[in-house]
């Protein structure tokens, strides 16, 4: 190898290298399909969302049937954890399903919520969009549900079909059905 080819490689390698220093992780991308509705199950989605957005992560959630209720307004302050079937509840099935204990689970997991300084979902919900999440919503449960785009958070992505979650899940380098 002549003294001008080597130095054309040594140029050529320092270009190489110079580009990947400036790559990094912004082009990842996730996307979440949040399915549940459930107290407990509004946080993964959320915190998993808002953390990645945080690393500067392309990321969309995509939120339909029951989990379409993170979304809205109203719903998502009312939102229980059920205590039956849960096989963390300190309590036997039988207790559980007495009237009233899903909003006992659900009042004693917010008082650790609040005790512990954990954001709320409202909370994680504005944190998310602030970072750029695309907090999506299903059309077709919008439909099904016969809920108005006007009850939603501020800044969600209503009417959102199906074809559209499933284009950026292709693309994306995680996806999660939570």
Known sequence: MTETELQARIEELESTVAD??????????????????????????????????????DV???HTFWGLDILHEEKSEKLQLSAVGNPNMPMPNALAALPGMDRMATRMMEKRIDDNGTA??????????????ELQACQMTIELMEYDE?????????????????????????????
Do not use: C, N, R
């Open 150 to 178: 006007e009850d939603f958070y501020d800044d969600v992505t209503v009417g959102v079909g199906a074809a559209t979650a499933l284009q950026h899940m292709a693309e994306s380098d995680i996806q999660l059905l939570v």
């Open 60 to 62: 969309v959630v995509f």
């Open 20 to 57: 990947l220093e400036t790559d990094d992780d912004d082009g990842k991308k996730m996307t979440i399909v949040a399915t549940q509705g459930s107290f407990d199950m509004a946080y993964p989605p959320l915190i998993l969302a808002s953390t990645a957005a945080a690393f500067g992560w």
């Open 120 to 133: 709320t979902i409202g909370e994680l919900i504005e944190l998310s969009l602030d970072q750029g999440v």
